[in-house]
């Protein structure tokens, strides 16, 4: 058992070393690599032979001569502040569209991991039959004020980048999706705006994560799904003219992005392959 746990612990540092981000004790338990519980003293005694460096009190693991890596946290994080604060404002003005249950930010912001040239990524959760119209809203309010990334823009740093939309009737990712790439931009997702409970229910509905961090969920409470209101029959239509209207606009530039009724999910570069093989790569090399 205590083998398998630190071989679990060194995946987990390997892991997290895609993208230079040291973690501490309470992250590394969090993000652990495993399907199976494992008691917390167990954890902890195995933790012992692992380097690391203490800063302010928080110590920070990471692997064998990879102690660089620290300092790159600490300096992503303090440049992270002003982009997290940007966010926030934004995210409160969007957020006055009734259509609009949740914005969240994912990516690097969310871990505090953003490096010079790091945009924002916001992540919407919209009522029902409201995906599209919200979407267009956002888009339009974005480019009036001059903050939305645009595509095959190279100067993004501080920009809007409107990753993803889902409505509240699907909010369980697609099998397709269920990986641990996007377990890990699941439970590193940071609520902004959070109404009646929607970032909860989104968690609950993609407890599939558990299958590759069992810990992930811990500490999130239940609550009850509500039942959307079933939309009035104008709101339909208007949602449907409006989806076929951007789905036909943006029909000459769809890559790898997912566009359907129920979810718009924007990912021109398929970060999600690169980061799984490289970290294929690493589990076969790492000695």
């Known amino acids: 058992m205590s083998h398998k746990l630190s071989n679990t612990i060194c995946q987990t540092l390997l892991y997290s070393e895609l993208f230079e981000y040291p973690l501490t004790k309470d992250e590394l338990w969090k993000y652990l690599l495993t399907s199976q519980k494992v008691a ?18 928080e110590r920070f693991f990471y692997l064998p001569k990879r102690k660089y890596v620290v300092k790159k ?17 934004i995210a409160r003005f969007l957020s006055f569209s009734p259509t609009v249950l949740m914005i969240g930010v994912s990516g690097s912001l969310a871990m505090e991991n953003s490096n010079k040239d790091s945009d924002i990524d916001f992540f919407f959760i919209t ?10 809203f956002v888009v339009v309010v974005l480019h009036i004020l ?38 890990h931009e699941v439970v590193q997702l940071k609520p902004l705006i959070n109404k009646n409970h929607t970032y909860e229910d ?3 509905q993609n407890n599939w994560v558990k299958k590759y961090m069992v810990n992930s969920l811990d500490g999130i409470p239940f609550f009850s ?10 709101l339909c239509m208007i949602e449907s003219f409006l989806r076929n209207l951007q789905m036909w606009y943006m029909r000459q530039h769809i890559t790898t992005e997912i566009v359907g009724e129920h979810i718009a999910a924007f990912h021109p570069y398929d970060y999600e392959k690169i980061i799984i093989n490289s970290f294929k790569k690493k589990q076969k090399n790492y000695v």
Request: hydrophobic share 35%; net charge positive.
């Open 40 to 57: 917390k003293k167990d954890f902890e005694k195995l933790l012992k032979p692992v380097p690391f460096c203490m800063i302010a009190g």
């Open 73 to 89: 946290r600490m300096d992503r994080k303090m440049r992270s502040y002003a982009l997290l604060g940007r966010a926030k404002k």
């Open 127 to 136: 009522k029902d039959s409201t995906l599209w119209i919200t979407r267009l």
């Open 146 to 183: 001059g903050i939305q990334r645009k595509r095959n823009d190279t100067s993004r740093e501080g920009a809007i980048c409107t990753n993803m939309f889902l409505d509240e009737t699907s909010l369980c990712l697609p099998s397709t999706k269920q990986n641990i790439y996007t377990a």
């Open 202 to 204: 989104f968690m609950q």
């Open 225 to 234: 799904s509500i039942l959307a209101k079933k939309p009035i029959r104008i």
